[in-house]
């Protein structure tokens, strides 16, 4: 087992951003890329090398982490890495791509001859940022020692599940509450406020009690203060809100609660809002 491995990190956006710090500051050797490069300089501060392309970033590393938007870009981006790859590397995916995506990398994996470890996490932009992720894992069992210091950076615990593919699964079930919760917030808002009472009571009934939970609060808060600075993009939320429903009808499940939630997240990004946090559903309320 390598204790410090080389890694290279593709995609320092919302989530890839404050794991790359992290992995760096755990003195792990880092190379990182970002189609916008300007989003991955900063991360030179850290001791993080800034690559110039995918091929760069993973030439000589050990362990690939892609932390891309959606399949395609995944798929792309390893693509081009695909020549530079070193031996006996482990490709360490951590996007959200739903059921037939993961089975498309798993396949991607095998043709490019890399161990593969689908790892999608749960949390947003600032757990990213403290390390306190909590890592969804699925894959090769004789690969977790070796990914486990990058998951000891990026998280606070790492769930193992079965082959790869199931945590990928897993991150839709729970990706399906997060969308559910976020849109019931807003519709309670909106009905205390067309009732002609202030949104705040709301927060202020179901605190400390059964129906509340920290997110309830902070969600709740920054949709009726208007701030909608993205932890989670809209555009994200409505990519994921259509996975969820591929995969429930996929496999025979009917998910109406979600995919009306999906509904509303699809109008408010045709509205404009794609770009801000997914609790932006609540201006088109």
Do not use: C
């Not at 390598?2 to 003195?27: D, E």
């Not at 390893?78 to 590397?89: D, E, F, N, T, V």
């Not at 990398?105 to 403290?130: F, I, M, S």
């Not at 976020?182 to 002609?196: D, F, K, N, Q, W």
Request: charged content about 20%; hydrophobic content about 50%.
């Amino acid at each position: 087992m390598t204790v410090n491995p080389t890694v290279a990190l593709l995609g320092t956006g919302t989530m890839g951003a404050g794991m790359a710090a992290n992995i760096a500051r755990a003195g792990l050797p880092l190379r990182v890329w970002n189609r916008s490069r300007e989003k991955a300089e900063p991360l030179a501060g850290l001791g993080a090398v800034v690559a110039g392309s995918p091929a760069e970033a993973v030439e000589g590393a050990d362990l690939v982490l892609t932390m891309l938007f959606d399949v395609d870009a995944v798929a792309s981006t390893m693509a081009q890495a695909r020549a530079s790859l070193a031996p006996g590397a482990v490709w360490v995916q951590q996007s959200t791509v739903g059921v037939e995506g993961s089975d498309r990398l798993v396949a991607l994996a095998r043709d490019l001859g890399v161990a593969y470890v689908d790892a999608p996490v749960l949390g947003t932009r600032k757990p990213a940022e403290d390390g306190a992720l909590v890592v969804l894992a699925s894959g090769p069992e004789d690969v977790r020692e070796r990914v486990t210091p990058v998951f000891d950076a990026i998280g606070s615990r790492t769930l193992w599940l079965g082959a790869a593919g199931e945590a990928s699964r897993l991150k839709l079930a729970a990706n399906a509450w997060v969308i559910t919760v976020v849109e019931g917030i807003a519709e309670s808002l909106a009905l205390t406020r067309s009732l002609g009472l202030d949104p705040h009571l709301f927060l202020q009934a179901v605190a400390g009690g059964a129906m509340d939970s920290p997110y309830v609060q902070l969600k709740g808060t920054a949709m009726i203060e208007g701030d909608f600075a993205p932890s989670f993009s809209l555009d994200g939320a409505a990519k994921d809100g259509d996975l969820i429903v591929a995969a429930a009808r996929g496999a025979g499940v009917e998910l109406a609660v979600v995919e009306a939630a999906r509904d509303h997240l699809a109008r408010a990004r045709a509205a404009g809002h794609g770009g801000q946090d997914l609790s932006a559903t609540y201006l088109e309320h």
